[in-house]
């Protein structure tokens, strides 16, 4: 199984408004990623988690909070989100985060995000 | 840096005519390789991956296969249908887990 599930799948928030997007993996993937995807474009790499800590930041802007409180489970936390932030924001995740290997990353559906 | 490169689209074709849709890349060493595809309102879905030089991918029908020589990773297939019609993304994997992937290739098929 190479499931990997977000919710929700369609948010429509406020620029004052706080959210959070949801992944969930249950393959034993030590590695959690977050991507954004604009349309017509590919996915652009926001953050890495290996084995629960953050490893990569892509110089996000800090409106963009990430959490992975466990090895199954990684959020996004928006806050003061700005139009330009509509996107899909993909999840992915791959087995094993080791230096100088690099494994198959495997991604969720999506959540649509639309900022009014 | 590394680089993926995929012919421009959109590509349309008939049902089950022949299907190439051609990627090249820049990278030292050996990257692994992967086509991704990704249907209209969904995300993206793995369709095949190949991790070493003259390794064959192959999936539902797709075919890929990873030529060092050329620093190439063409995906084919000898008969498509209308269910094939997406976005197919080559991307290249290298340490860092980065991936880097192509400009995407919008593909329709028309029955």
């Known amino acids: 199984d190479t499931e990997v599930t977000q919710t929700p799948k369609h948010l429509v928030m406020g620029m004052t408004n706080k959210k959070s997007l949801k992944c969930e993996q249950h393959?034993?993937?030590?590695?959690m990623y977050w991507y954004k995807q604009k349309a017509k474009k590919p996915p652009e790499l926001m953050f890495v988690y290996s084995y629960e800590k953050l490893s990569i930041n892509e110089s996000v802007p800090s409106r963009f909070s990430p959490e992975c409180p466990n090895s199954s489970l990684l959020n996004l936390h928006l806050h003061a989100l700005q139009p330009e932030d509509s996107a899909l924001y993909l999840c992915?995740?791959?087995?094993?985060?080791?230096?100088?290997?690099?494994?198959?990353?495997?991604f969720g559906p999506g959540t649509r995000l639309t900022v009014l | 840096g590394n680089s993926v490169t995929q012919m421009e689209g959109p590509v349309t074709l008939s049902e089950e005519a022949f299907l190439t849709i051609n990627c090249t890349y820049t990278?030292?060493?050996?990257?692994?390789l992967f086509w991704y595809v990704q249907y209209p309102g969904e995300g993206l879905q793995l369709l095949l991956k190949a991790t070493k030089a003259d390794d064959k991918g192959s999936n539902k029908g797709f075919e890929a296969t990873y030529r060092k020589e050329t620093t190439s990773f063409h995906l084919e297939k000898g008969s498509v249908q209308v269910s094939d019609s997406a976005v197919y993304f080559c991307?290249?994997?290298?340490?860092?887990?980065?991936?880097?992937f192509g400009q995407g290739t919008r593909l329709t098929i028309n029955p």
């Open positions: 992915a995740s791959s087995q094993t985060p080791l230096a100088g290997r690099a494994d198959t990353q495997y």
């Open positions: 393959m034993g993937h030590r590695a």
């Open positions: 990278a030292t060493g050996y990257p692994s």
């Open positions: 991307a290249l994997i290298q340490g860092a887990q980065k991936l880097v």
